[in-house]
């Protein structure tokens, strides 16, 4: 599945868009495919009890969609984590 990924996603990817092999059809299994395929990636998704921090948000297909939402094959996947500044 292709992923796009924004701010400070790009230095644990080293690339806007990856391909990331994922086993499941849920937000979570992205994001956990993700993190498998992108380790550093981890803190600034997810907190010590695994779960997305709530800053982050998903889009899935230009919509906002939560951690248990069904992500339909070929469709469109964005993170974007928190981000600083003024």
Do not use: C, H, W
Not at 18 to 34: L, R
Request: proline share 9%.
């Amino acid at each position: 599945m292709d992923v796009t990924v924004y701010g400070p996603l790009r230095a644990a990817t080293g690339s806007k868009t990856v391909e990331v092999p994922v086993d499941g059809d849920t937000v979570e299994a992205v994001i956990a495919a993700f993190i498998d395929a992108y380790p550093r990636a981890e803190p600034q998704l997810v907190n010590d009890a695994g779960e997305l921090r709530p800053s982050v948000r998903v889009m899935i297909d230009g919509d906002n969609a939560e951690y248990s939402d069904r992500v339909p094959p070929g469709a469109s996947v964005e993170i974007f984590p928190a981000m600083r500044g003024g």
